[in-house]
């Protein structure tokens, strides 16, 4: 075989979850060429289907190219050879031409047998344990001299997210990665649904959130998810918290009333003035333990042991006692958090949600709620690919999935 042409192979379900159509874009785009070996399909719908191409390249710098994208798609060479490792020269730092992993699910080819590779998330590293035979994702500030680190595409095996086979849940239902086309009650119900299901099969869940749940008056119905035990973990900032309290000891949200949407007399003071009662207490848990703090979505947590992470940010006021102003720290903390989630819930904060897509693997459920398409599309374009957006005003689409999860329960 030429040295600008390489085999390949790919198995699964290649054509409904369009795995071949990208592998053959990839190719087009980048100006190579291919010759389809062999081709078979699945006869019934578990069945995978396969295919072997020849890929061909100008040149082999051409070449490597082409094959680090259609690899990125679950291919792999029909020879497997050896993953390439080459030591880290000092903490902090990868060695040249280090391998970047998305968020599928990968292996590696690593003394004869596949090894997989753990705490799966996008642009990271992976190190090898070759005393244990185990990889793991890493940090570049992780990394330490001396780790032994994947360098290249060689022995690189990824499994890139199917369409789901079975049931007709919310991921299933919406055809398209973002909608605001759809109608938002039946969504609302499928969302409820997927919450419930994911409960009842032991999964974690998760809640990251904006202070617009506050503003939108849908922090009741955040509130009253977390009592009924369906929430595991609430990711957020510093405005989050300082509203839920304002709401809670003032009725307000930015100086304006929940419930009726009127301005309150002085209300521009009112924040700082929810800040300052924080500060007073000495933090959240403080002001729940003196019953100062009756309500709302951080009284919930405090209360029923949900562990939360506030992560500050530049813009904050105050921040309060229980924010974390160290961001490498907070976000060490929201992988704590996130570990094992099997769904995340996603409600207005693009930077947050970003954030947290970007720490997560291919196969935990993401649902983002914005009222801006944008946000949600930007959120998919970032690499959260498994994400369905939801286009719609939080303030209406939370408490109709509270009420129906009620309903659920009861029965």
């Not at 051409?62 to 259609?70: K, S």
């Not at 344990?129 to 001396?146: E, F, H, N, P």
């Not at 939108?216 to 009924?228: C, N, Q």
């Not at 992470?309 to 976000?331: F, K, N, Y």
Request: proline letters at 4%.
């Amino acid at each position: 075989m030429a040295h600008n042409e390489q085999e390949i192979e790919v198995k699964g379900h290649l054509i409904d979850s369009m795995i071949l159509t990208r592998i053959f874009d990839h190719i087009m785009d980048l100006k190579g060429d291919f010759q389809v070996l062999e081709f078979s399909v699945g006869k019934k719908k578990k069945d995978p289907s396969y295919a072997r191409l020849l890929i061909k390249g100008r040149d082999e710098k051409h070449l490597d190219r082409l094959l680090e994208a259609v690899y990125r798609e679950g291919a792999q060479p029909v020879s497997v050879q050896e993953v390439r490792l080459v030591a880290s020269e000092a903490d902090m730092v990868m060695p040249d031409d280090f391998y970047s992993t998305t968020n599928n699910p990968t292996q590696l080819f690593y003394s004869g047998a596949w090894i997989d590779v753990a705490n799966m998330m996008m642009d990271k590293c992976i190190v090898v344990d070759t005393k244990k035979k185990t990889a793991q994702c890493k940090m570049i500030r992780d990394v330490v001299k001396g780790d032994m680190v994947v360098v290249g595409e060689r022995g690189v095996k990824i499994t890139p997210l199917e369409r789901p086979r079975e049931g007709v849940d919310i991921f299933q239902f919406m055809s398209s990665s973002s909608s605001s086309e759809r109608p938002t009650q039946h969504i609302a119900r499928k969302v409820a649904e997927d919450i419930y299901n994911t409960r009842k099969e032991g999964g974690k869940i998760i809640v990251v959130s904006g202070p617009v749940i506050v503003h939108s008056g849908a922090s009741e119905a955040l509130a009253r998810l977390i009592r009924m035990g369906f929430i595991h973990g609430l990711l957020a900032g510093n405005a989050l918290a300082v509203h839920d309290v304002e709401n809670a000891l003032l009725g307000t949200s930015l100086g304006m009333h929940v419930k009726d949407g009127t301005l309150a007399v002085r209300g521009h003071r009112n924040h700082m003035q929810a800040i300052n009662e924080v500060f007073k207490a000495g933090g959240l848990k403080p002001m729940v333990d003196r019953k100062i703090l009756k309500s709302g979505v951080m009284y919930e947590c405090i209360k029923h042991d949900i562990p939360y992470v506030l992560c500050g940010s530049i813009r904050d006021d105050g921040p309060i006692p229980d924010v974390v102003t160290d961001v490498v720290e907070a976000q060490r903390r929201y992988k704590e958090v996130l570990k094992g989630a099997r769904m995340v819930l996603m409600f207005s904060t693009m930077l947050h949600s970003i954030a947290v897509g970007n720490m997560l693997p291919s196969s935990v459920k993401v649902v983002a709620v914005d009222i801006s398409q944008p946000v949600v599309t930007k959120l998919i374009d970032r690499g959260t690919a498994q994400a369905i957006g939801i286009v719609t005003d939080v303030g209406a689409f939370l408490p109709i999935v509270a009420d129906q999860l009620e309903k659920m329960v009861k029965k």
